[in-house]
């Protein structure tokens, strides 16, 4: 299961969120960009309900989610389920992938389950 809150505009939403579950045959769960900006905590509760394997977003996203999830609201959670917690569209910056693992590892998330990277956008500038 796919879980995503990027634009449908924005390449990484679009195939990361709709195309790629698409041609795999998978379960996506869409949720509004404006849900996650207004409570981060929406994006994990919903990768924690619907068990998703596949999740991410831009590097601020999972900063955001260190610096507004309340140490209480940990509990609720189970991000065991995530595999691949893709991050990408912007400068990847390992000080807060270790801030969020530290973070998350009480609710069960895994560092190995990181995957920085570029898409299409980000190959075309660097070409």
């Not at 998978?26 to 309900?49: A, E």
């Not at 990847?92 to 956008?121: D, H, M, S």
Request: with cysteine.
């Amino acid at each position: 299961t796919i879980c995503g809150w990027l634009p449908l505009y924005h390449d990484m939403g679009l195939i990361g969120t709709v195309l790629q579950p698409m041609y795999l045959g998978t379960h996506s769960v869409v949720m509004s960009p404006w849900s996650f900006l207004q409570r981060p905590i929406r994006w994990l509760n919903t990768i924690t309900k619907y068990r998703a394997t596949t999740s991410g977003g831009p590097n601020f996203a999972y900063a955001l989610c260190t610096r507004k999830v309340k140490p209480e609201q940990l509990a609720s959670l189970d991000l065991s389920s995530w595999r691949v917690a893709f991050n990408g569209a912007e400068p990847v910056r390992a000080e807060t992938l270790a801030e969020f693992a530290n973070t998350f590892a009480p609710a069960g998330f895994r560092r190995e389950a990181f995957y920085p990277c570029y898409g299409l956008a980000e190959a075309t500038l660097f070409v």
